[in-house]
Nanobody, 123 residues
Framework: QVQLVESGGGLVQAGGSLRLSCAAS????????MGWFRQVSGKEREFVAGITWSGGFTYYAQSAKGRFIISRDSAQNTAYLQMNSLKPEDTAVYYC????????????????WGQGTQVTVSS
């Protein structure tokens, strides 16, 4: 059983930065992928970025490219999402998720989820 705990959300002005963390526990993650998703109330959960735990291969949604950076610290069993140049439209609850195998952008294929952390970007 994988447990994921997000932190680092908050309120920031447009143009600012936040770093989200996802602490993982419960097993070894060498064969896992970690993904970040976001969701606005009333809308579907949206893929933001993913990273392979072993090789550090990354993949980004178009909305995140050039502004967000996903990374992981294997020693700390923690994944990160550095978010720069934030826009009001980035406001959402951000979730980290884990699955075995390759990065996919479909939330239904992820096995484990954190509780989410709110990010609010003011204009």
């Amino acid at each position: 059983q994988v447990q994921l705990v997000e932190s680092g959300g908050g309120l920031v002005q447009a143009g600012g930065s936040l770093r989200l963390s996802c602490a993982a526990s419960g097993r070894t993650f060498s064969s896992y992928v970690m993904g970040w998703f976001r969701q606005v109330s009333g809308k579907e959960r949206e893929f933001v970025a993913g990273i392979t735990w072993s090789g550090g291969f990354t993949y980004y949604a178009q909305s995140a490219k050039g502004r967000f950076i996903i990374s992981r610290d294997s020693a700390q069993n923690t994944a990160y999402l550095q978010m720069n140049s934030l826009k009001p439209e980035d406001t959402a609850v951000y979730y980290c998720a884990a699955k075995k195998g390759s990065i996919v952008n479909s939330p239904g294929q992820y096995e484990s989820w954190g509780q989410g952390t709110q990010v609010t970007v003011s204009s």
